[in-house]
């Protein structure tokens, strides 16, 4: 069955230091995507990322940066020099191809709340 | 603008009042879904629609209904809301061949049933 696993629940780090936020996740299917989404304290959701399973190319957007290994089943997070505006609640989520190449069945895992201190 | 769009923000009722919470697309998306966020049990899923009149239950469907009559609106309704049901709801579409695009979330309706 699909998972996916956030094993940090909260993470508080102090301006300008890097973080990494971790997730692992399970799938029997071998076409399938993984995205990470922001809620900032106001509550929205906003979308990151997206990869999907046949690219394993690093990516790097301004601070953010994604590491997706296959052969750990990880898609990390990190964010580089962080500000106090990235405080929020991250999620990894995962989505099978099976769901006709739409977003389908958006496997969530249970968040990680980062706290950037100035 | 594109958006997703629910209604109401939030909402206050008592057990067994029935109520149902709208949602708006205006991006002529053929996917919608409903998830409702759980403090410690992150984001799951109600019900989705892949296309009008096709609708189906996701991983938390008990004690909800929805429809799909028209493509831009998939209401979520409550016929008998419990205290369990205290819980901050999501509105969700895509497009279904859309695999470059994200799963657009409306703003959020924050229910809490006494």
Same mark, same amino acid.
């Given at each position: ?8 629940t909260?993470?508080?780090v ?22 990470? &989404?922001?809620?900032p304290?106001?509550?929205e ?8 399973s ?10 953010y ?5 296959k052969?750990?089943?990880s898609?990390n ?5 962080s ?7 991250y999620?990894c ?5 099976? &769901? ?6 958006l496997i ?6 980062l706290?950037v201190?100035? | 603008?594109?958006?997703?769009t629910?209604n109401p923000r ?6 067994g009042?029935?109520l149902?919470?709208?949602c ?8 919608m ?12 899923q109600?019900?989705?629609?892949m ?6 239950k ?11 009559k ?9 016929e ?5 049901q205290t819980?901050?709801y ?7 061949q ?17």
């Open positions: 069955a699909q998972k996916v696993t956030q094993a940090q909260e993470i508080s102090v301006e300008k230091e890097d973080v990494t936020l971790d997730c692992v996740y399970e799938t029997r299917d071998t076409t399938y995507y993984l995205f990470w &989404y922001k809620q304290p106001s509550g959701l906003v979308f990151l990322i997206r990869r999907n046949f690219d394993e190319q690093n990516e790097i957007s301004g601070r940066s994604w590491n997706f290994q052969s750990t089943s898609f997070f990190t964010i580089t020099a500000q106090v505006v990235d405080s929020a609640v999620f989520a995962l989505s099978e191809a099976r &769901y006709g190449g739409s977003q389908g069945n969530f895992g249970k968040g990680t709340k706290s201190k100035p | 603008e594109a958006q997703v629910q939030y909402l206050i009722t008592v057990t009042k029935k149902t919470v709208t708006s697309q205006n991006m002529n998306h053929e996917y879904s409903w998830y409702r966020q759980d403090p410690g049990l992150g984001l799951r109600i019900y989705y629609s296309n009008v009149e096709v609708t189906d996701g991983d938390v469907p008990e004690g909800y209904k929805v429809s799909r028209e493509k831009r609106n998939f209401p979520l309704i409550l008998s809301p419990s205290p369990n819980s901050l999501f509105c969700a579409s895509s497009p279904q859309g695999v470059n695009s994200p799963l657009h979330f409306g703003n959020g309706t924050r229910l809490t049933v006494t």
